[in-house]
């Protein structure tokens, strides 16, 4: 016997012993047991929860507080399910779906899942490269000017996909052998990313412990879901809009963002491809049904908890500093303290966009104005205030969240006097945290997608094919930053985590379907009232799930380039063709499927 089987017998043998003597011996064990369920909670926390928490609270305030912790505890549920599942029947998930419960389900749960690797590791490079360019290096990318005969962005940009890829490349290189350097650089990792994580932690303790404090009743009230926040903009916008021009016009703007927002946050809380690596990474640790409880109770307290704890932190830290305040230097040349103040160029270029799509809106839609000069004439001071409040921002302003950590501290001082143009320390911290965040993602969903192709081409997941996998999303999602040009490299994570999400309802369909396969699971399908739980909660999951990519899909199709209202944009071609494919070989399939006899015990 091999020292990975002693070790997994030792463990199954903790296990059985604990439960003889009771509840609290139990959950000791499994506590001690952990694994998994941190490492999910180690890809979870990336940057587009942060992106998510962060931009939730620049719109929506406190309200949306409850968003995250739910769509975490459905994931929970789901991923619960599939780690049951592959527990009870050792089968590989992939192939078991293809089995026992529908060939096109499987490839679209798998074809999804490489899908969304690819697109979400785009914004990773450009949060990274944010991260480099506004927090971490500004003295250097300034003196940055052209190389080999490309523009000045794109020369930064592309030192910084090298900065991002080349270590990223590196470790999936040689992560299959294992050794004392990959350990190393992954609890590297895990600092950097608990840098920014704690720091959040300490944002709200200082606010809550300095000057009027926190509005604790408001933020609590913010746990309790509110159906306003599906059409209707938070009161801090009211007064403005009042003033504005044309109230209507800023609150559609509002609620589409709010709303691409929401679908960022719940969509990052547990991605599919998420989905995909869990059960695999239990396999791989020898766990099968004996440890079913243990992987509950750890993607319930090592995936839920921390998550909870982190992005309510990132919320209530960036809604107290930033929902319903116009961006510095927009509105005045000086700030409250009345301090000199200058936006940077990014938040101009993106403040001005929002006054020109105000001013493009009102001569395309009012028949007395036949200009754009005239269009001006119209405009208020209420238009320039909301323009102010909703311009995206990006690393360098996201990261001032931390300043009431160090503010008036002597290390503040002391980073003030060494650093460049006095930038506060809070900025590297966030730099550092994002950085780290990005690489870590970047890495594990490079990871995923080579064990994904591998798959499905039916390979072994090491060796050539499994790398080709990896450096397939590193490459695809170096090319973030060049494709995302003018707006908040921040932003990027939300218009690819609401694709993301119109691709998880096939996952937890896909589930639920596996948890009621009596050829799969045999004597392991749940009867009686844990069927009846079981069913009941991961029906409301899928439910929830499919409603949410639903309402995403409709709203793209309601407007802009999906619309169907138009005769252009090839996404709206695709996005439909695809479904329908996919639709039309799940009926097909299922009529046309071998069945497979009934499992009469694992």
Request: with cysteine; charged share 15%.
């Amino acid at each position: 016997m091999s020292d990975d089987q002693v070790k997994i017998e030792e463990q199954r043998q903790m296990i059985l012993d604990a439960r003889q003597k009771g509840t609290g011996a139990k959950l000791w064990a499994y506590t001690k047991l952990s694994g998994p369920g941190w490492l999910q909670s180690a890809i979870t926390l990336g940057g587009g929860s942060l992106s998510g928490s962060l931009y939730l609270g620049i719109l929506a305030g406190f309200s949306l507080m409850w968003l995250q912790p739910l769509a975490m505890i459905m994931g929970v549920i789901m991923l619960s399910a599939i780690g049951y599942v592959a527990l009870s029947t050792k089968e590989r998930p992939f192939d078991a779906v293809r089995r026992h419960v529908n060939p096109a389900l499987g490839w679209g749960w798998a074809i999804a899942t490489m899908m969304a690797n690819l697109v979400w590791c785009m914004p990773q490079f450009a949060l990274g490269s944010a991260a480099l360019q506004q927090n971490l290096a500004v003295g250097y990318f300034q003196g940055v000017e052209s190389i080999g005969g490309l523009s000045a962005e794109n020369s930064r940009d592309l030192i910084t996909v090298f900065m991002l890829l080349i270590p990223a490349s590196i470790v999936v290189w040689f992560y299959n052998s294992g050794g004392w350097g990959i350990r190393l650089f992954e609890i590297i990792l895990k600092i950097m990313v608990g840098v920014v994580v704690i720091s959040f932690f300490g944002v709200v303790l200082k606010m809550a412990t300095s000057g009027a404090g926190l509005e604790w009743g408001q933020i609590f009230a913010g746990f309790i879901p509110d159906a306003s926040v599906f059409y209707k903009p938070s009161s801090a916008f009211s007064d403005a809009l009042s003033r504005s021009s044309d109230a209507d016009y800023w609150t559609n703007l509002i609620m589409k963002d709010q709303r691409d927002v929401m679908i960022t946050a719940a969509a990052t809380a547990v991605g599919i491809n998420m989905t995909f690596l869990l059960p695999y990474s239990m396999l791989q640790r020898g766990w099968d049904k004996d440890f079913r409880g243990l992987a509950m109770f750890d993607l319930s307290t090592g995936l839920f908890v921390p998550f909870l704890l982190a992005t309510s932190c990132v919320v209530i830290a960036s809604a107290s500093q930033f929902h319903g305040h116009p961006a510095p230097g927009l509105l005045s040349d000086v700030d409250s303290n009345g301090n000199s103040v200058t936006a940077p160029a990014g938040i101009q270029s993106g403040f001005e966009k929002l006054i020109a799509g105000r001013l493009d809106h009102e001569v395309k839609t009012n028949d007395q104005i036949g200009s754009v000069e005239e269009a001006e004439a119209v405009m208020t001071e209420g238009d320039r205030e909301i323009a102010a409040m909703l311009v995206r921002r990006d690393a360098f302003d996201l990261s001032k969240a931390l300043e009431p950590l160090f503010a008036g501290t002597a290390v503040q001082e002391e980073v003030e006097e060494v650093t460049p143009r006095g930038k506060p320390i809070g900025n590297y911290l966030f730099g550092i945290g994002v950085l780290g965040m990005a690489v870590s993602t970047i890495i594990i969903l490079m990871l995923i997608n080579g064990f994904v192709f591998c798959e499905m081409l039916g390979l072994p997941s090491h060796g050539m094919a499994h790398r080709a996998g990896c450096l397939m999303a590193g490459l695809t999602g170096a090319l973030g930053p060049f494709l995302w040009r003018g707006d908040a490299k921040f932003w990027l994570a939300v218009p690819t985590s609401v694709f993301g999400f119109m691709l998880l309802p096939i996952a937890y369909i896909t589930f639920f379907c596996l948890m009621n396969s009596s050829s799969l699971l045999g004597e392991n399908r749940p009867r009686g009232l844990r069927k009846l739980g079981w069913n009941l909660a991961m029906g409301v999951a899928a439910g929830l799930a499919t409603f949410g990519s639903g309402w995403t899909l409709w709203s793209k199709l309601k407007s802009g380039p999906w619309s169907l209202s138009t005769n252009s944009g090839i996404e709206k071609v695709i996005l439909l063709g695809l479904l329908s494919v996919l639709i039309v070989s799940i009926i097909v399939t299922h009529f046309t499927r071998k069945p497979v006899e009934d499992n009469p015990g694992n």
